[in-house]
């Protein structure tokens, strides 16, 4: 009966399906998380649109707490540690997601754009501090290393932008991911006008330079929309 | 409404049609005389890279249908079905040509033609005469190629010397011995002529199995010889695309590099580019400033310089009205460029002498070189009691941002056209925006309407538009 509905409707295209792959686009904005039990995947709080199978979720364990440090500090722990045998379907408002696949790699975050990860993956998070605070980015930066699968959001399709062959400068607002081992250093093109109230809406940016990649977003708002939400 | 194309005049095919899905008809009449034509799909240096992007009588179509050979039709002694966005970017140009089959030359021919025909009407036609030409073997009829992000027609009418062997070789490259282009010719009827037989022999196999136990003991292997052999070329073209299939799926983790390579940068190029729907590229030169929205850079590389724009004539813009205020800036240096905003569409236009009108809000970047002018549609019951435009004429680009795909739509003088106020995006210079109170035809058209709308009514020309986003700001 429904597989009738279905098939004669528009929708029939939408049908979940299992790529076989840990975690899987499910049109531009969802991410698909086959998990298994033994193999945890730690998603934003807030995420999950919907899960399938036997899924249990809790907050992240003290002893992981602990390494987001100040991050998880708040009175709600940022990311959730799901477990179990099933599907979990995780959206940000509208975003696109781009799943990633490390293999022994590590890769910063812009704390705002992670989605998800492997719980088998070491995680590191650090405070924006200096002239990067001003921009108004996530706040936090989480660095991800080791081998296994990790998600993150970006509004509207992005752009990977090689540092090798140019110093690349990015708009902090617009910065989703970046590989470690950059050298990374803020610019400021204010100018003396600017100081009487005529910038160029472009005051500062981040350059990177080395051999790696940025990953950018065609957005310049970064604002963590769960928080609005409550 | 069929437009008469010169020889070696070329056209934007957004000119003539706005579809994109495109008939080509090539007529050629010459008594005692047979052509062979064929679509030559070329990448950006003018070669056939890849030649199941020669689309002839043995290979009727490309492998994701983009280009069909639809064989003689009425009117056309060949025709070929081209859809546009569903050409890979790699094809840059499709070259129309036609070779003689046989002797004979091109000076023979009495008359010809190229059409385009859109939607079921033609909308352009290059006619050519056998005097154009001498003793030449073949002729370059007509390209379809990409300039800047849109496709364009050229009527090239060009002579050439050898038959469709040298044809090949002009645009092969690397095929230097005769022998390469006839694999070529020769590989590529292999998938049709294999698969046309195999249905037939499969079913004609068992009832030729059944005699043969009549017959002799050492026919019986034969049969399953034969089509042993015949999966073999199949295997062996399948052999092909499976080794870089096969380590993608495989153990080893594909690391982030790979993950990402559909986000890529596009490969370099002058001028401005479409990174993709939601990101501008635009490489800078001296002396070319770019005018762009203040914020909208997301990301450079090289030297650029941000500087506040506050220029004399958009004082009008930055003026009273709140909510109404484009902020520019003027990006000058050496260096690329990327810009966003919001992640709305971005839509690269390119002004010939055209002259359009943007409103205000969804101007994104311009050249500074285009001319400008701010204009003031008012009108009793518009919000804030009027509006902004940025009129651009000249040659130059601007980038417009929507929120969704937007839908062009014709301007005519009998019916107008309605566009709600918030949904406008641009539209053509000769259409008459009217502003009068009978067309304010959408206030409190639901219950609960609080917001006002107001709808603009547009008169204009034949040729006319108005670009409307899916979202009311």
Known sequence: MEAQFLAGSGLDAYRAADTGARMSNHGTAMCRVALTAGADVYAKAGAMVAYDGFLQYEPVPQSFRRALGEWASGE???????????????????????????????LSVNGSHLLAMDATLGCTVEKVR?????????????????????????????????????????????????????????????????????????????GFRGSGFVVVQPSEDTADRFKIRG | MSREL?????????????????????????????????CFG?????????????????????????????????????????????VPDAVHKLALTATIDGDGQMSQVAAGH????????????????GAEFSTERAVMLADVYRRGGEWRFAAVGQ?????????????????????????????????????????????????????????????????????????????????????????APGAAPAGVRISLTKYTELPESPGWVKQNDHLVRISLTKGQDILALQGSMVAYQGKADFAHEGSGMLRKLVGNLTGQQLKLMRITGEGQVFLADEACDLHVVRLEGDSFCVGSDRVLAFEAGLEHEVRRIEGEGLPHGGFFTLQFS????????????????????????????????????????????????RRSAYAGHAAESYSLQFRGAPGNFVVVQPFEV
């Open chain 2, 394 to 441: 000249g040659h130059g680009t601007v980038v417009v941002k929507t929120n969704g795909i937007p839908v062009v739509l014709p301007v005519t003088p009998a019916p107008e056209t309605y566009v709600d106020v918030q949904a406008l995006v641009a539209w053509s210079r000769g259409s008459q925006v009217i502003t009068t109170a009978p067309v304010r035809i």
């Open chain 1, 76 to 106: 709600r722990s940022p990311l959730l540690q799901w477990t179990g045998d099933g599907a979990l379907y995780l959206a940000d408002m509208g975003a696109d997601v781009l799943n990633l696949q490390l293999a022994d790699e590590s």
């Open chain 2, 159 to 247: 002579g050439f010397d050898g038959g469709l062997r040298a044809l090949l070789e002009n645009f092969g490259g690397e095929v230097l011995d005769e022998e390469q282009p006839a694999p070529e010719a020769a590989l590529a009827p292999v998938p049709q002529q294999a698969a046309a037989p195999r249905p037939v022999a499969a079913p004609a196999a068992p009832p030729v199995q059944q005699p043969y136990p009549d017959a002799t003991l050492p026919a019986v292997p034969v049969p399953p010889a034969v089509p042993a052999q015949q999966p073999y070329p199949d295997a062996t073209l399948l052999a092909v695309p499976v080794p870089p299939a096969a380590p």
């Open chain 1, 130 to 206: 200096g002239a990067a605070l001003l921009a108004g980015t996530g706040l936090y930066n989480v660095t991800v290393s080791g081998t296994g699968w990790v998600s993150v959001t970006s509004r509207g399709v992005p752009v990977v932008l090689d540092c090798a062959e140019a110093e690349t400068y990015v708009d902090p607002d617009a910065l989703v991911a970046w590989t470690t081992g950059l050298e990374v250093r803020t610019r400021r093109t204010v100018k003396v006008g600017s100081l009487i109230g005529r910038g160029s809406g472009e005051a500062m940016q981040l």
């Open chain 2, 6 to 38: 010169a020889k070696a005049s070329r056209v934007r095919i957004s000119e003539l049609t706005a579809s994109t899905e495109l008939y080509l008809g090539v007529h050629i009449a010459a008594p005692g005389l047979t052509f062979d034509i064929s």
């Open chain 2, 42 to 86: 070329l990448d950006a240096d003018e070669r056939l890279s890849d030649d199941r992007y020669f689309v002839f009588f043995n290979q009727p179509a490309s492998p994701e249908q983009s280009i069909r050979l639809l064989g003689a039709q009425e009117g056309d002694s060949e025709a070929f079905a081209v859809v546009l966005p569903a």
């Open chain 2, 114 to 129: 190229v059409r385009i025909v859109a939607g079921g009407t033609e909308v352009g036609r290059y006619s050519f005469t």
